[in-house]
Antibody, heavy 120, light 106 residues
């Protein structure tokens, strides 16, 4: 079935780095735009990265711009999020999500998330 | 950045009641609006996109309306499995989410 599975979360200290992975299965990964969305404990959803199907277009919003970098390896059906200079406010559950196959850019498939904790 | 504001923040509802949730955009987003449902410990689930189109497998009791800056999600008769947090999301200019509305059992 269509599935996204995140991994790579953990506990790190402020200023350290972490790379998250998201493995896709059950669909043609190289045809789909994918995203990272995070959710701080007890808080709402925050979009943090976008990458086009071929990887040529990427974008991060201001809170993570210059610190987070999204990439993908279509040969491995895998999405990545390289997170550098981590801050306490980056503590969250990180989800990968697939964009709907439509002119509408909602997210129709989500993983279960991987937890990142930034603490000294 | 387009700011999405949801109201109310929370509401208590009895099963079988009709529920209306609101979402306002800080500028016009046409119909580029989605609604998600998130239950405790689960990933968000797409309910509605294009402001009014139900996603695959979503029951007809869920309906969306609105355009421009004002949007509504209506649950016609609340079922026990509908108690959750609901988020709106705009995708007209990048992507931003509202802060969520928690629907609790009365």
């Amino acid at each position: 079935q269509v599935q996204l599975v995140e991994s790579g979360g953990g506990v790190v200290q402020p200023g350290e780095s972490l790379r998250l992975s998201c493995v896709a299965s059950g669909f043609t990964f190289n045809s789909d735009e994918v995203h990272w969305v995070r959710q701080a404990p007890g808080k709402g959803l925050e979009w943090v990265a976008f990458i086009s199907y071929g990887g040529q277009n990427k974008y991060n919003p201001d809170p993570v711009k210059g610190r987070f970098a999204v990439s993908r390896d279509n040969s491995k059906n895998t999405l990545y999020l390289q997170m550098n200079g981590l801050k306490a406010e980056d503590t969250a559950l990180y989800y990968c999500a697939r964009r709907l196959r439509s002119s509408h850019k909602a997210f129709d498939v989500w993983g279960r998330g991987t937890l990142v904790t930034v603490s000294s | 950045e387009i700011v999405m504001t949801q109201s109310p923040a929370a509401l208590s509802v009895s099963p079988g009641e009709r529920v209306t949730l609101s979402c306002r955009a800080s500028q016009s987003i046409s119909s580029d609006l989605a609604w998600y449902q998130q239950k405790h410990g689960q990933a968000p689930k797409l309910l509605i996109y294009g402001a009014s189109t139900r996603a695959t497998g979503i029951p007809a009791r869920f309906s969306g309306s609105g355009s421009g800056t004002e949007f509504t999600l209506t649950i016609s008769s609340l079922q026990s499995e509908d108690f959750a947090i609901y988020y709106c999301q705009q995708y007209n200019n990048w992507w931003t989410f509202g802060q969520g509305t928690k629907v609790e059992i009365k």
